[in-house]
């Protein structure tokens, strides 16, 4: 799940706690004809332009008919913003993740946002469990509703299809891990844009490619990413997890045992007394959005001890833009995390 500060840890634990309920489902159809933000007010911009409607869209919740180019695209997850920006649309309404920047676009997204000012759901209110609001979407009067970086249940995929044609997660991923070329790929496919989203995929893994073949000390090194939850506690990344697939596609190796220990989630916890797990080749810290706690893991009574620390490859990615870039893990805000990433690593892996 998209856990980023030290809160949502408690959205680790109540996360299939979903929204559900006959009440949401029959609020629904009093809101549903009510009117939304003209795109005066948005800026909003359609999918127009764009050949192949009407067109079928599968994902894990089924199969989407798409009637024609959307003109009022919501995005409800967390990430979702991104993909759909770099396509070119600009969505009407987006749900808030974290860092409190305008319309809930970070820097690297801004340019593709442009005038745009779509509602924001959720803001400041994260839990790492989607709270889909029906009555404030349907305000919106979407024509299409995105949910690709988000759980959605068979409940909430049909209160959101009543609303409008609803485009869910990639099928054959685990739950918040697919690759962030296939949250691209199925945003191409429901916006009538495939073509371009293979040329952007295609762009940054060439990038990834030339960062990995300019850096063969990488190739077969086993890395682990960790996070750290709270005292005594941290979260280790699965092979699912976007920040360990960056890890991966730059030539490192994430331990199968890890993926073992997260099963179909994107990571585990482990206690203090078992950081032993971490000592790898390679042991990433994305603490970025909470820098407090790298004293707290270097006190940490295994830590020191750990082959990994005494070789000099323990590393913290502190600087918040990058630790975001490296959490977003989308089409956009990869680029600006590549580099910097590299570059800890090369120093670190010789």
Known sequence: MPATLREPVLGRITRRRLLTGAGALGALGLVTACGGATDSATGASPASGTGGFPLSVEHRNGTTRIPAAPQRVVTVGYSDQDPVLALGVRPVGVTDWYGDHPYATWPWAQDELGDAQPVVMNRGTFTGTPEYRYEEIAAMAPDLIIGLYTGMDATQYETLSRIAPTVGPPAGFPEWGAPWQ?????????????????????????????????????????????????????????????????????????????????????????????????????????????????????????????????????????????????????????????????????????
């Open 182 to 350: 296939e949250y691209t790929r199925l945003a191409g496919r429901a916006l009538g844009r495939p073509e371009r989203a293979d040329e952007l995929i295609a762009g940054i893994d060439a990038r990834l490619a030339a960062a990995r073949a300019a850096h063969p000390q990488f190739e077969g090194r086993s890395a682990v990413v960790a996070e750290r939850n709270e005292p005594g506690l941290s979260f280790v990344r699965s092979p699912n997890d976007q920040r360990s697939q960056l890890v991966a596609a730059l030539g490192f190796t994430i331990p199968p045992e890890i993926g073992q220990l997260a099963g179909d989630q994107d990571g585990a916890t482990i206690s203090d007394e078992q950081m032993g797990l971490l000592d790898r080749d390679v042991l990433l810290w994305n603490t970025g959005f909470s820098p407090e706690v790298r004293p707290e893991v270097e006190a940490a009574p295994l830590y020191s001890q750990l082959g990994v620390v005494r070789a000099g490859r323990s590393i913290f990615v502190e600087d918040p833009m990058v630790s975001a870039a490296w959490t977003w893990g989308t089409v956009l805000s990869l680029p600006s995390v590549i580099d910097s990433l590299v570059a800890q690593l090369a120093a670190a892996v010789r």
